[in-house]
C-alpha cells in the first residue's frame, strides 16, 4: 500500500513521470493549475507499489511517495 | 617598520599590502608589474593564511578575485593597461555584487599592445567605468613608492569599508623605480562592518540569512533600487574620500595639474618657474575618482589659466575643466607612446602661456 | 507510512523556472541530494552559471554564489582558496564550460583545484533562444545553424570528460545522463561520488550530464529523451574517463 502526494500547482504536466511508472498509473489532469499546466495525477492509488520511480524523473519534485 | 629601505614600486605595494592583511594575490604576468606577482609568490606561501596563485589569465584572476572577496577575504589583483582591459567585465561584477578587493594597474602605453613604458592613458577607462553599467571605484594615484605603499595599504580599508573594488593606479615609473619607504605598519581597524555577507557555509538557523553573492537583478524596480544604493555609497566617498595637495597655489597666476609621475615633473617645473618669476602653482589630485573638483574651482577665481599636464592625448583634462567650468582657460600638454614629458617641456609650456598673457 | 521520496531540503521552496521536461530540474534534485545525503550543507558553496541555470542561487539552499560566463571554475577556485574546508561546486552548462570557459575550466582541472564540477550537456544553448554550442552535433540543426551543423565550417563537437581525463590534475571524471531511471540512479551515484571525491581531498572532479533541452530541439520531453539516447551517447560514451584511487 503505498501513497501519492503530489503538489498539483508546482507540476508542469511536462508527463516524464506517467512515462516511467511500471504501472501506469499516471495521467495529466483535464484541469489546469494556476500556471495553465495539467498537472499529473494518479489514476489508481490503490495499484501503486511504491517504487517512486515517479518521484525520481520528475524535474520539479513534485511528488512525495510514502509507504 | 620604522627603518627605511630602498624598495622598487612593484615589491614595495606587494609587501604593503601584505601588512595591511592581503593574503590573497592572483594576477598574471605582464609588464611593467611583473614584480608585484613574483613578490607575492615568494611572500604569501610564508605567510599564515597566504595564497598566492598564477591564473591562466587576467579574465581568470579577477575572477579568482572575486570568488574570494566573496568568501570574505582581503585580496588583490594587479595587472598592466591591456590585462586591466580583460579584467573590466569581472570588476563590473565585482562591483554589482559589492564586494571588497584592491585592483593594481600599472598604466603602460596603448592602445592596443602599445608599449611597456609609463602612460596614462587609462585615465577614462579607470573613472569613466572602463566596465558596463553604472558604477564608481575610488581611484588613488601615488607619485612615490612611499605613497604608493601608504594608498595601497589604506585601499584595503576603503574597499572594506564601501564593499566595492579600490584602483591603485601606477605607472611604469612608479612600479620600477626603488626609493626609500618606510612600511607603515598598518593599524587593523575595528570600525569596520563584519562580512556577515559573505559566503562561507550556511544552514538555517546559523545566525544568518544564506549568502547569494550576486549581481543579477532581473527585475527593473530591483536593479534601479539596487543601483540606488551603489550609488548612495559613491555619494559618501565624494564627501569623505577626495584627496589631493596642493603647492604654491594661493598666488599663482597658472595652475598645472598633474597626477602619479607627471606632478614630480611638474612641481620641479613649477619650482623652476617660481625661480623666473612666474607665479605658477601646482595641484596633484590624489584621488582621480572623486575628482577634487573643489580646489581646482577655488584656485580658478585667481589664476590666469591652468595647464593640465598627462602622459596620454588628454583625459584627466576633461575633469579639469569640468571643475573651471568656464571661468579662465585650461590648456594642455601631454606625450604619449610611453614618453615621459621633460622638466624643460613643461616648463616652456608655461612661459608659453604667460608670454601670450593667457 | 514512511517516507520513500521526498523533495530534499537542499533545494529551496521556490518553483523551479525551468521548461516542462527540463532536465535541469532532475540535475539540481540530484545535486542537492548528494550533498543533503553526504551531510555537508553547512559547508556548500555553490557558483551558479549564465544559462538557464542563472538562477541556481535561488534553488539550491546553502551559501551561493553567481559567476559571470565561463568563469565559474576562476570564481570556485578564490573561493575554495579561502576556505579549503569548504565543499564548493559549480553547476555549468556547454556554452559556458566548453565555449566561453574553456580556459577556466580547463586550468581548474590541470591545477587539480580540490572542486566539483556539474556539467550539464545539452548540445545547445538554452538560454538564449537556441543558438549552436561546442557540443552541438555534426548535422543539428540550431538558429545559428540553420544548415545543420557543418563539421568543415565550424569544427567538431568537444568531448570535454575525454578531454579533461587526460590531465594529470583531475581525481575523477564521468560521463552520465538522466534519460531514464536507471541512467538517473547511476548520475546520482557518480555526482555523490564526485563530492565525495572533493571531501576527501582527492582533487578536481566533473561529472558531465547528458541532457534534453525540449523547447529549442523543437520536441516533446518524451521525444527529447529519446533523441539524447539514440543521438547523444553515441557522440558522448558514458562512463567513468578517470578515476584516481
Given at each position: 500500500?503505498?501513497?501519492?502526494?503530489?503538489?498539483?500547482?508546482?507540476c508542469?504536466?511536462?508527463?516524464l513521470?506517467?512515462d516511467v511508472?511500471?504501472?501506469?498509473?499516471?495521467?495529466?489532469?483535464?484541469?489546469?493549475?494556476?500556471?495553465?499546466?495539467?498537472p499529473?495525477g494518479?489514476t489508481?492509488?490503490?495499484?501503486?507499489?511504491?517504487?517512486a520511480?515517479?518521484?525520481?524523473?520528475?524535474?520539479?519534485?513534485?511528488?512525495?511517495v510514502?509507504? | 617598520?620604522g627603518?627605511k629601505?630602498?624598495?622598487?614600486?612593484?615589491?614595495?605595494?606587494?609587501?604593503?599590502?601584505?601588512?595591511?592583511?592581503?593574503?590573497?594575490?592572483?594576477?598574471?604576468?605582464?609588464?611593467?608589474?611583473?614584480?608585484?606577482?613574483e613578490?607575492?609568490?615568494?611572500?604569501?606561501?610564508?605567510?599564515?593564511?597566504?595564497?598566492?596563485?598564477?591564473a591562466?589569465?587576467?579574465?581568470?584572476?579577477?575572477?579568482?578575485?572575486?570568488?574570494?572577496?566573496?568568501?570574505?577575504?582581503?585580496?588583490?589583483?594587479?595587472?598592466?593597461?591591456?590585462?586591466?582591459?580583460?579584467?573590466?567585465?569581472?570588476?563590473?561584477y565585482?562591483v554589482g555584487?559589492?564586494?571588497?578587493?584592491?585592483?593594481?594597474?600599472m598604466?603602460r602605453?596603448?592602445?592596443?599592445?602599445?608599449?611597456?613604458q609609463?602612460?596614462q592613458s587609462?585615465?577614462y577607462?579607470?573613472?569613466?567605468?572602463g566596465?558596463?553599467?553604472?558604477?564608481?571605484?575610488?581611484?588613488?594615484a601615488?607619485?612615490?613608492?612611499?605613497?604608493?605603499?601608504?594608498?595601497?595599504?589604506?585601499?584595503?580599508?576603503?574597499?572594506?569599508?564601501y564593499?566595492?573594488?579600490v584602483?591603485v593606479m601606477?605607472d611604469?615609473?612608479i612600479?620600477q623605480?626603488?626609493?626609500?619607504?618606510e612600511m607603515p605598519?598598518?593599524?587593523?581597524?575595528?570600525?569596520?562592518?563584519?562580512?556577515?555577507?559573505a559566503?562561507?557555509?550556511?544552514k538555517?538557523?546559523?545566525?544568518?540569512?544564506?549568502?547569494?553573492?550576486?549581481?543579477?537583478?532581473?527585475?527593473?524596480?530591483?536593479?534601479?533600487k539596487?543601483?540606488n544604493?551603489?550609488y548612495?555609497?559613491?555619494a559618501?566617498?565624494?564627501?569623505?574620500?577626495?584627496?589631493?595637495?596642493e603647492?604654491?597655489?594661493?598666488?599663482?597666476?597658472?595652475?598645472?595639474?598633474?597626477y602619479?609621475t607627471?606632478a614630480?615633473?611638474?612641481?620641479?617645473?613649477?619650482?623652476?618657474?617660481?625661480?623666473?618669476?612666474?607665479k605658477?602653482?601646482?595641484?596633484r589630485?590624489?584621488?582621480l575618482w572623486?575628482?577634487?573638483?573643489?580646489?581646482?574651482?577655488?584656485a580658478a577665481?585667481?589664476?590666469?589659466?591652468?595647464?593640465?599636464?598627462?602622459m596620454?592625448?588628454?583625459?584627466?583634462?576633461d575633469?579639469?575643466?569640468?571643475?573651471v567650468?568656464?571661468?579662465?582657460?585650461?590648456h594642455?600638454?601631454?606625450?604619449?607612446?610611453?614618453?615621459?614629458?621633460?622638466v624643460?617641456?613643461?616648463?616652456?609650456e608655461?612661459?608659453?602661456?604667460?608670454?601670450?598673457?593667457? | 507510512?514512511?517516507?520513500?521520496?521526498e523533495?530534499?531540503k537542499?533545494?529551496t521552496?521556490?518553483?523551479?523556472?525551468?521548461?516542462?521536461?527540463?532536465?535541469?530540474?532532475?540535475?539540481?534534485?540530484?545535486?542537492?541530494?548528494?550533498?543533503d545525503?553526504?551531510?555537508?550543507?553547512?559547508?556548500?558553496i555553490?557558483?551558479?552559471?549564465?544559462?538557464c541555470?542563472?538562477?541556481?542561487?535561488?534553488?539550491?539552499?546553502?551559501d551561493?554564489?553567481?559567476?559571470?560566463?565561463g568563469?565559474?571554475?576562476?570564481?570556485?577556485?578564490?573561493?575554495?582558496?579561502?576556505?579549503?574546508?569548504?565543499?564548493?561546486?559549480?553547476?555549468?552548462?556547454?556554452?559556458?564550460?566548453?565555449?566561453?570557459?574553456?580556459?577556466e575550466?580547463?586550468?581548474a582541472?590541470?591545477?587539480g583545484?580540490?572542486?566539483?564540477?556539474i556539467?550539464?550537456?545539452?548540445?545547445?544553448?538554452?538560454?538564449?533562444g537556441?543558438?549552436?554550442?561546442?557540443?552541438?552535433?555534426?548535422?543539428?540543426?540550431?538558429?545559428t545553424?540553420?544548415?545543420?551543423?557543418?563539421p568543415?565550417?565550424?569544427?567538431?563537437?568537444?568531448r570535454?570528460?575525454?578531454?579533461l581525463?587526460?590531465?594529470?590534475?583531475?581525481?575523477?571524471?564521468?560521463?552520465?545522463?538522466?534519460?531514464?531511471?536507471?541512467?538517473i540512479m547511476d548520475?546520482?551515484?557518480?555526482?555523490k561520488?564526485?563530492?565525495?571525491?572533493?571531501?576527501?581531498?582527492?582533487g578536481?572532479s566533473l561529472v558531465?550530464?547528458?541532457?534534453?533541452?525540449?523547447?529549442?530541439?523543437g520536441?516533446?520531453?518524451?521525444?527529447?529523451?529519446k533523441?539524447?539516447?539514440?543521438?547523444?551517447?553515441?557522440?558522448?560514451p558514458?562512463?567513468?574517463?578517470?578515476?584516481?584511487?
Amino acid at each position: 500500500m503505498a501513497k501519492l502526494t503530489i503538489d498539483r500547482e508546482t507540476c508542469k504536466g511536462c508527463g516524464l513521470c506517467a512515462d516511467v511508472c511500471p504501472k501506469h498509473l499516471l495521467a495529466l489532469s483535464k484541469e489546469i493549475n494556476t500556471k495553465g499546466y495539467h498537472p499529473i495525477g494518479i489514476t489508481d492509488q490503490e495499484s501503486c507499489i511504491g517504487c517512486a520511480f515517479c518521484a525520481r524523473m520528475c524535474p520539479d519534485a513534485v511528488i512525495k511517495v510514502e509507504k | 617598520m620604522g627603518e627605511k629601505m630602498l624598495m622598487k614600486g612593484n615589491e614595495a605595494i606587494a609587501e604593503a599590502a601584505i601588512q595591511a592583511g592581503c593574503r590573497f594575490f592572483f594576477g598574471y604576468p605582464i609588464t611593467p608589474q611583473n614584480q608585484i606577482p613574483e613578490y607575492m609568490s615568494k611572500r604569501l606561501p610564508k605567510v599564515e593564511g597566504g595564497c598566492f596563485l598564477q591564473a591562466e589569465s587576467e579574465v581568470a584572476a579577477i575572477n579568482m578575485v572575486y570568488g574570494a572577496a566573496g568568501a570574505g577575504a582581503r585580496v588583490m589583483t594587479s595587472s598592466s593597461s591591456p590585462g586591466i582591459s580583460l579584467k573590466q567585465e569581472g570588476i563590473s561584477y565585482i562591483v554589482g555584487a559589492e564586494l571588497p578587493c584592491v585592483i593594481v594597474n600599472m598604466v603602460r602605453g596603448g592602445p592596443g599592445l602599445g608599449s611597456i613604458q609609463p602612460a596614462q592613458s587609462d585615465y577614462y577607462q579607470s573613472t569613466r567605468g572602463g566596465g558596463h553599467g553604472d558604477y564608481r571605484m575610488l581611484v588613488l594615484a601615488p607619485s612615490s613608492v612611499q605613497e604608493a605603499v601608504e594608498l595601497t595599504q589604506e585601499a584595503f580599508d576603503l574597499a572594506d569599508k564601501y564593499r566595492n573594488p579600490v584602483l591603485v593606479m601606477g605607472d611604469g615609473l612608479i612600479g620600477q623605480m626603488m626609493e626609500p619607504v618606510e612600511m607603515p605598519e598598518h593599524k587593523e581597524r575595528t570600525d569596520l562592518p563584519p562580512k556577515t555577507w559573505a559566503a562561507t557555509g550556511w544552514k538555517p538557523g546559523c545566525g544568518r540569512d544564506r549568502a547569494v553573492i550576486n549581481s543579477l537583478y532581473i527585475d527593473p524596480a530591483v536593479l534601479e533600487k539596487h543601483v540606488n544604493h551603489l550609488y548612495e555609497k559613491y555619494a559618501v566617498m565624494e564627501q569623505t574620500e577626495c584627496r589631493w595637495q596642493e603647492e604654491m597655489t594661493e598666488d599663482a597666476d597658472f595652475v598645472i595639474v598633474a597626477y602619479g609621475t607627471t606632478a614630480r615633473i611638474a612641481r620641479s617645473a613649477m619650482r623652476k618657474l617660481r625661480a623666473e618669476g612666474i607665479k605658477a602653482g601646482l595641484i596633484r589630485p590624489i584621488t582621480l575618482w572623486p575628482f577634487p573638483a573643489a580646489p581646482i574651482a577655488k584656485a580658478a577665481e585667481h589664476a590666469k589659466a591652468f595647464l593640465t599636464v598627462e602622459m596620454s592625448m588628454g583625459q584627466m583634462v576633461d575633469d579639469v575643466k569640468l571643475a573651471v567650468n568656464g571661468a579662465k582657460p585650461v590648456h594642455f600638454f601631454g606625450r604619449t607612446g610611453g614618453i615621459v614629458p621633460t622638466v624643460r617641456e613643461i616648463i616652456t609650456e608655461v612661459e608659453k602661456l604667460a608670454k601670450e598673457g593667457k | 507510512m514512511a517516507v520513500v521520496y521526498e523533495k530534499t531540503k537542499l533545494l529551496t521552496d521556490k518553483p523551479l523556472h525551468y521548461c516542462p521536461g527540463c532536465t535541469h530540474g532532475i540535475i539540481h534534485r540530484l545535486v542537492a541530494e548528494a550533498i543533503d545525503e553526504l551531510g555537508v550543507q553547512e559547508k556548500t558553496i555553490g557558483i551558479a552559471p549564465v544559462g538557464c541555470a542563472v538562477f541556481a542561487y535561488d534553488y539550491f539552499n546553502c551559501d551561493m554564489m553567481e559567476a559571470a560566463h565561463g568563469r565559474a571554475p576562476a570564481v570556485a577556485t578564490g573561493c575554495k582558496r579561502v576556505n579549503p574546508d569548504n565543499v564548493v561546486f559549480t553547476y555549468q552548462g556547454d556554452g559556458d564550460l566548453a565555449s566561453i570557459g574553456a580556459a577556466e575550466i580547463t586550468h581548474a582541472a590541470t591545477r587539480g583545484e580540490n572542486i566539483t564540477v556539474i556539467f550539464v550537456n545539452n548540445a545547445i544553448y538554452g538560454m538564449t533562444g537556441g543558438q549552436m554550442a561546442p557540443t552541438t552535433l555534426p548535422g543539428q540543426v540550431t538558429t545559428t545553424s540553420p544548415y545543420g551543423r557543418d563539421p568543415k565550417l565550424c569544427g567538431y563537437p568537444i568531448r570535454i570528460s575525454e578531454m579533461l581525463a587526460t590531465l594529470d590534475g583531475p581525481a575523477y571524471i564521468s560521463r552520465v545522463s538522466v534519460h531514464d531511471v536507471k541512467h538517473i540512479m547511476d548520475a546520482k551515484k557518480s555526482i555523490k561520488k564526485a563530492f565525495e571525491t572533493q571531501i576527501a581531498g582527492k582533487g578536481f572532479s566533473l561529472v558531465e550530464v547528458l541532457s534534453a533541452c525540449p523547447t529549442n530541439w523543437g520536441m516533446t520531453p518524451q521525444e527529447a529523451l529519446k533523441w539524447l539516447e539514440a543521438n547523444m551517447i553515441p557522440q558522448y560514451p558514458l562512463g567513468v574517463k578517470k578515476e584516481v584511487e
